[in-house]
């Protein structure tokens, strides 16, 4: 992906990290995924430069039951330091991954970022939802 100032934004789930690199390849420094606040599904590159993150909440086994049917995920801008600066939407969590372990041909939510808008799809649903963020850029 390319953030802002044609940083090369490069996920690296192995290590859990997003490392940076600038237009000319020289290495410009990383940040850790931020774990605690759920597990990453996707990364894509927003229109502002920053990055969007698909964050998923971490299933807890001794939690309420009731509470894994109603899991929301989340996509959040980060900047390039990984400060998150805005969350522009939430939706059911797909059945990919959960308390049963991992499903290969589950469900999945589907989103892309263009012109400032977030287009997102589930299953035969599809729908369009502009996402602005309303913090300072």
């Known amino acids: 992906m390319v953030g802002s100032g044609d940083t090369l934004v490069v996920p690296d789930g192995r290590l859990q990290r997003v490392n940076l690199y600038g237009p000319d390849g020289s290495y410009s420094g990383s940040y850790r995924w931020q774990v605690d606040q759920g ?10 430069g920053e990055v969007a993150e698909q964050v998923r909440p971490v299933w807890d086994p001794l939690g309420e039951p009731e509470a894994i049917g109603s899991a929301k995920d989340a996509i959040v801008i980060r900047s390039l330091r990984g400060d998150a600066l805005d969350t522009i939407l939430t939706f059911p969590s797909g059945e990919m991954m959960g308390p049963g372990g991992v499903r290969v041909f589950a469900a999945e939510p589907k989103w892309d970022i263009e012109d400032g808008k977030v287009l997102f799809g589930a299953g035969d649903e599809f729908r369009e939802a502009v996402g602005r963020s309303s913090g300072a850029r």
């Open 39 to 48: 597990r990453t599904m996707a990364f894509r590159s927003a229109t502002s």
